[in-house]
């Protein structure tokens, strides 16, 4: 699995809500629909768009499903838990960062390797500076909810992002919902493991960015 990441000149990082939305209106909506426990049959309707910018990489999320939650109001609480969507993304194909967003835009950011015990969380500066927008509709038979995100190249302290043109990186976009009256565990690109985990780089797809 591979996106060609088209490149969107008139944005920057400081671009918000509308302006991402219109920008990504006319690219391709990735589908995340991933059964990888069968247990697990429920799939909701989840798409994704992806953009970067000179500072920026740009995401916007399309669910609709049977149920809602949202609990968690602070960042870096299990907002995994809730009606959420994730993007974990390598640079150095080994350490990763998981962004993971509740339906109201609380997120969760860490780094490092899939080794749990050795991931760091991000400052609440670090969340602070990633722009997030959500917009929740009810619709016939569930909810309907979006979110446009612009997450800054600073974010990457690891890896000092100056451009993304022309590169290669490894990535996996998500939707869960663990505390769901359907618990979910979909993904982009296919994950080969006896139980849910979305922490294996090994199974991320490749994000190639426009020259």
């Known amino acids: 699995m591979s996106i060609e990441i088209p490149y969107i000149s008139s944005l920057d990082s400081t671009s918000t809500g509308n302006a991402i939305r219109l920008a990504l209106a006319d690219s391709e909506a990735h589908t995340i629909a991933s059964v990888n426990w069968k247990e697990y049959y429920y799939v909701p309707k989840v798409t994704f768009k992806i953009a970067f910018t000179d ?12 149920h809602i939650r949202a609990t968690y109001l602070h960042s870096n609480e299990p907002v995994y838990k809730d009606s959420c969507v994730e993007f974990f993304i390598s640079f150095d194909g080994s350490n990763y960062y998981n962004f993971e967003f509740n339906c109201i835009g609380t997120m969760l950011l860490a ?3 899939q080794i749990m015990e050795k991931r760091q969380l991000a400052s609440h500066d670090q969340i602070g500076s990633i722009y997030r927008d959500a917009n929740i509709h009810a619709a016939p038979n569930g909810v309907q909810w979006d979110l446009a995100v612009n997450i800054p190249f600073s974010v990457f302290k690891e890896d000092h992002i100056q451009s ?7 990535a996996n976009f ?5 505390d769901l009256p359907i618990p979910h565990f979909l993904s982009w690109t296919a994950i080969d493991y006896p139980k849910p ?14 020259s």
């Open 55 to 66: 500072e920026s990489i740009l995401l916007n999320y399309e669910v609709f499903e049977k």
């Open 111 to 113: 780094y490092g390797s």
């Open 164 to 170: 993304l043109k022309g590169t290669e990186c490894r």
């Open 174 to 178: 998500y939707k869960c919902g663990d």
């Open 197 to 210: 985990n979305f922490h294996l780089p090994a199974f991320f797809g490749k994000l190639r960015f426009q």
